[in-house]
Structures are given as structure tokens and as C-alpha cells.
């Protein structure tokens, strides 16, 4: 199982990004994806989950800025960006708890990270 993801880049403050992110491989089902971020010199944290339950959790510090959205038909999740503040400078990384189809063992799955610049 892969994720790969898109859409990061350098935006002025204030602005808005969309990153995209698609789960391939032998999936038999996809419990939760979801976004994470690493900044220069921090521990990676969550920034936003939906579950198999459409259960959404978003860390505080993006309420009401981030929003993200899932695509089970296509195991795709999205992430809508506005107002971005420079504090959001980090890498994103996409994440999926998979069952994987045949053996239907449960893994997790990061993807590589796209870099996302938020200049002041």
C-alpha cells in the first residue's frame, strides 16, 4: 500500500493551498486517513483525521482554517487550507490506517510529505 501525495508549495500569509492525497495498492478497506506536519525543529503532530465512522478531528491550533474532506471511492483525502499563517510552514504528511485486502492485516501507512511555505 502507497499514499502519495500533492498541492504543497509557498503561499503569502492569508492564503490557501488544497493538498490531495490517494491511497493505491491491495486495500481492502481504509479505517482512517488523515494529516500530520512536521515543522523545523518540532515533533510531528496531527492536523486533521476522518475515520471509517466520519468521525473528524482537527487539532485546534487549524479550527476553522483547515478543512478536510475523504474520497472512499477513490481512497483519496483532501485538505482545504485557508488563512494560512506562517506557523503552518511544515512538511505534511498524509496517513492511512489500511486492512489490506487478502490477508487483511492492519497497517499503517505514511506517505513522503509535501513541503508547505507560508511566507509572512
Known amino acids: 500500500v502507497q499514499l502519495q501525495a500533492s498541492g504543497g508549495g509557498l503561499v503569502q500569509a492569508g492564503g490557501s493551498l488544497r493538498l490531495s492525497c490517494a491511497a493505491s495498492?491491495?486495500?481492502?478497506?481504509?479505517?482512517?486517513m488523515g494529516w500530520y506536519r512536521q515543522a523545523p525543529g518540532k515533533e510531528r503532530e496531527m492536523v486533521a483525521t476522518?475515520?471509517?465512522?466520519?468521525?473528524?478531528k482537527l487539532s485546534d491550533s487549524v479550527k476553522g482554517r483547515f478543512t478536510i474532506s475523504r474520497d472512499n471511492a477513490e481512497n483519496a483525502v483532501y485538505l482545504q487550507m485557508d488563512s494560512l499563517e506562517p506557523e503552518d510552514t511544515a512538511v505534511y504528511f498524509c496517513?492511512?490506517?489500511?486492512?489490506?485486502?487478502?490477508?487483511?492485516?492492519?497497517?499503517?501507512?505514511w506517505g513522503p510529505g509535501t513541503l508547505v511555505t507560508v511566507s509572512s
Open positions: 496517513n492511512a490506517h489500511v486492512v489490506t485486502s487478502g490477508t487483511y492485516y492492519r497497517k499503517e501507512v
Open positions: 495498492g491491495s486495500i481492502f478497506r481504509i479505517n482512517l
Open positions: 476522518y475515520d471509517i465512522q466520519d468521525t473528524i
